[in-house]
């Protein structure tokens, strides 16, 4: 008998888990027809669970889950293939990207353009040796869908951003002719930072020309991400502290 409130065959990625009484996990996953879910595995931990080793992050796997609440109960998970796990600070950075879903959205709030996202920079961080570029798209894209991203293409008048000028940037203010500073006031102008026009182009189309411009692409999401995230990212101080010591 089909249990109520039951999803079947949901594509989904496996964004945090932690233990839960003696044998279950309590697990954060995105899906792509129902954005972010909570659930519990029940024995997952058990050493003969058929979830040991399937329900892994970083990789698509697809998922059945049933319940009324917010909590559900995760009824079984399903090997899609896909890549190998990520390793090194590929590895970081996948944790680093799970935070950012977990913390910046909302359950149960369907967003399938987020899920594909999230599928292309899973596949690259696992795949390939450059992320810089992949993640710098992935940042912009969260941060557009949730709302939290500037306009790039105008300025604050109104008038196209051109890319042979500079324009200061703020959270929650559109993009500012950099020559027009003054008129901020100290307490306006922070947080903020210098940005090239063509920059603001690149990030707004996702492709970047060298390594420069993804240095100003990673400013600029940097100071999104930390304006909407003041405790912290926690992953991002992980690898802070591995490269202090190197």
């Known amino acids: 008998m089909k249990q109520p409130n039951r999803i079947d065959s949901q594509p989904a990625f496996l964004l945090s888990a932690t233990p839960w009484r003696e044998t279950s996990l309590l697990a954060e996953l995105f899906s792509r027809d129902y ?19 399937v329900l892994v992050p970083f990789v698509p796997v697809q998922v059945a889950w049933y319940g009324k609440e917010e909590l559900k109960t995760l009824h079984r998970v399903e090997w899609l293939g896909g890549w190998p796990q990520p390793q090194g600070r590929a590895l970081l950075s996948g944790l680093y990207v799970n935070e950012l879903v977990q913390k910046l959205t909302a359950r149960e709030d369907p967003q399938p353009a987020l899920y594909e996202a999230l599928r292309q920079v899973m596949r690259t961080l696992c795949t390939e040796p450059n992320h810089a570029a992949v993640l710098r798209r992935f940042e912009w894209t969260l941060l557009t869908l949730a709302g939290y991203a500037p ?3 105008k300025d604050s008048a109104g008038c196209p951003v051109e890319a042979d000028r500079q324009y200061w940037l703020r959270p929650e203010h559109a993009v500012l002719p950099l020559e027009q500073r003054h008129s901020l006031t100290p307490a306006e102008v922070q947080p903020g930072v210098a940005v090239d026009g063509d920059v603001l182009i690149q990030l707004q189309n996702g492709e970047f020309t060298d390594t420069a411009a ?3 692409a990673r400013r600029i999401t940097r100071l999104l991400l930390d304006f909407r ?18």
């Open 35 to 53: 954005g972010r879910v909570a659930v519990v595995a029940r024995s997952a931990r058990k050493r003969q669970s058929e979830l040991r080793g």
């Open 151 to 153: 306009d790039l293409q």
């Open 214 to 216: 993804l240095q100003q």
């Open 229 to 246: 995230l003041p405790e912290g990212i926690k992953s991002r101080q992980v690898l802070q502290q591995i490269q202090a010591f190197r």
